[in-house]
């Protein structure tokens, strides 16, 4: 842990250091001829060089022998794990209520590889381990999308593997991805470089604790085409929004110093039955997500107050106070006490199956 806080004194370098015995040979073939063809493509000087300079001029190589440089063997090596064998994904699905007594996973995988394999391979996991839900859309209409946007899971994932720390005394840890039934888990080594939390998503703000692996990325690509980091800055806002869009509540940050956790809550799976209840309540088209989960949990008893309520889905006090009086505004709640002991608990009648009718 010293070690760690000393080496953030001054802007971090690990990613530049050489590799020794390695060389181009050590790259992957197809991820190499797309990046060479990427860089060409959005560089006129870099157009003019050769492969050899290409690869020097953007750090992929690096000292009078042009050996690999750490950055360029985590985003384009044939198996990284060779030279630096924790950086890694190490993923896993907590057990479930159903597993056999003892269980400590249903399913734990390692994801090696450079960069863009890892990206790809931990996310098509995420897609097999969770569930589509079912969700209203704008209209009021229901349809079936991933349990985790997609996009929000892939810039977590390229996060946690282009900005953990690359020190010496990190590289015994892996980025580590847990899914259970109540969210997901993202964690790196290393803390936020430069920036606080409550920083993160906005817009113009930027930081890169590994500089050189960052640009290299940027034009790096996955099997499938895409790239690994879209732009500066880009990443949070993405997350940000795409959960915003799903109806989700945001993301909670924690940044301990030495390592750096995303949770993204799954507030957005409800039984069938609940789904048909919420469709028939007056307003339903015009409430949010929070609310329609709000009053499913209100249907099986629960009893609200300003607290729980930004503690289940994370907020200030204001919009909390503001998305329960809305339900108490149509009639589908009722409010008692006053202020701090104020309780929200669902209409009378509400809760019966005639209410469809």
């Given at each position: ?23 181009v ?14 860089c ?36 384009l ?41 890892m990206?790809?391979?931990?996310l ?15 209209d ?25 720390d ?39 703000v ?23 980091v ?28 030495i ?10 799976l ?12 007056p ?32 907020m ?42």
């Amino acid at each position: 842990m010293e070690q760690a806080f000393i080496a953030n004194r001054s802007t971090p370098t690990f990613d530049q250091q050489p590799m020794p015995g390695t060389g181009v040979g050590d790259l992957n073939a197809t991820f190499l001829t797309a990046y060479l063809s990427t860089c060409r493509a959005g560089s006129t000087a870099l157009a003019e060089l050769s492969d050899d300079d290409v690869l020097y001029r953007t750090g992929v190589t690096t000292g009078p022998e042009r050996v690999l440089s750490l950055a360029g063997l985590l985003a384009l090596g044939v198996y990284p794990q060779q030279y630096v064998p924790n950086c890694v994904i190490q993923a896993s699905v907590a057990a479930g209520a159903t597993d056999p007594d003892g269980t400590r996973a249903a399913d734990t995988r390692r994801f090696d590889g450079p960069v863009p394999a890892m990206l790809n391979e931990a996310l098509h996991w995420v897609q097999r381990n969770t569930r589509n839900r079912v969700r209203f859309s704008p209209d009021g209409h229901l349809h079936d999308e991933p349990e985790f946007p997609l996009e929000a899971v892939r810039e977590l994932l390229s996060n946690a593997l282009i900005h953990r720390d690359l020190g010496p005394h990190a590289l015994t840890q892996a980025v580590t991805l847990r899914l259970d039934a109540r969210q997901m888990v993202v964690s790196n080594p290393g803390g936020l470089w430069n920036i606080t939390v409550d920083r993160l998503g906005k817009v113009g703000v930027t930081s890169a604790r590994n500089g050189h692996l960052l640009r290299i990325c940027q034009n790096v690509r996955t099997r499938e085409g895409n790239r690994v980091v879209e732009a500066l800055a880009s990443g949070i806002p993405a997350v940000l929004n795409s959960l915003r869009r799903a109806g989700m509540v945001p993301p909670r940050f924690h940044d301990q110093g030495i390592s750096f956790t995303v949770a993204v809550p799954n507030h957005a799976l409800l039984a069938a039955e609940d789904l048909e209840w919420l469709a028939a309540l007056p307003s339903a088209d015009l409430l949010s997500d929070r609310q329609r989960h709000a009053l499913v949990a209100m249907r099986h008893g629960t009893v609200w107050t300003n607290q729980s309520f930004r503690e289940t889905f994370p907020m200030d006090s204001r919009e909390a106070r503001k998305e329960l009086a809305g339900l108490v505004e149509v009639g589908l709640a009722v409010a008692e006490g006053e202020r701090r002991g104020r309780l929200y608990r669902l209409s009378p009648g509400r809760s019966a199956r005639s209410d469809r009718t």
